[in-house]
T-cell receptor, first 117, second 113 residues
């Protein structure tokens, strides 16, 4: 079974300080992992993805995440927060369902990032 | 290349009415997924479809909800006899066959009054 745990439901940082959003996963198979961002009343935007290539993945808007198999983690980081980063962030694991080549996603519960001026 | 298109973006229905949400996948994508996001909650999987086939509907409520993805035209999520608890954001996503990245639409916000 696949599961995703986002360890913090809310994270608050000051503008210009580092961001760390934590994510742990459980997967029976080699997972594909993603981070999506959702701004208020907007759809989900893909930030970055890990698909068994380099363990350090760089995404858009200065975000990056490191896949650590030994720790079953895929934490999202950014060196310096910007006001526009305030949003909800979802960690997602992707796995194949039994029929054909289809893939299913399991979402974490989300982390609300607040950026203080 | 247009992204995943959902309409309507906002829909208001009275209790007991029907709601139809439409999703046009990205060009070349043959898989469609529907997710629901209740207020203050994360996204929950509802159903996964290929053209003319429901592959996985394990997240769909047993009654009043149905989904289709016809050979021609958009995927439709249909909610009959809506109740206040159906008020939520409904997200559609699509992917090509065999791909492991899923692209989301902007969502449809359903309000039941």
């Amino acid at each position: 079974a696949q599961s995703v745990t986002q360890l913090d439901s809310h994270v608050s940082v000051s503008e210009g300080t580092p961001v760390l959003l934590r994510c742990n996963y459980s997967s029976s198979y080699s997972p594909s992992l993603f981070w999506y961002v959702q701004h208020p009343n907007k759809g989900l935007q893909l930030l970055l993805k890990y698909t068994s290539a380099a363990t350090l993945v760089k995404g858009i808007n200065g975000f990056e995440a490191e896949f650590k198999k030994s720790e079953t983690s895929f934490h999202l980081t950014k060196p310096s927060a910007h006001m526009s980063d305030a949003a909800e962030y979802f960690c997602v694991v992707s796995f194949k369902i039994s029929s054909g080549s289809a893939r299913q996603l399991t979402f974490g519960s989300g982390t609300q990032l607040t950026v203080l001026p | 290349n247009a992204g995943v298109m959902q309409n309507p973006r906002h829909l208001v229905r009275r209790r007991g009415q029907e709601a139809r949400l439409r999703c046009s996948p990205m060009k070349g994508h043959s898989h469609v997924y529907w997710y629901r996001q209740l207020p203050e909650e994360g996204l929950k999987f509802m159903v996964y479809l290929q053209k003319e086939n429901i592959i996985d509907e394990s997240g769909m409520p047993k009654e009043r909800f149905s989904a289709e993805f016809p050979k021609e035209g958009p995927s439709i999520l249909r909610i009959q006899q809506v109740v206040r608890g159906d008020s939520a954001a409904y997200f559609c996503a699509s992917s090509p066959m065999g791909a492991n990245t899923i692209y989301f639409g902007e969502g449809s916000w359903l309000t039941v009054v």
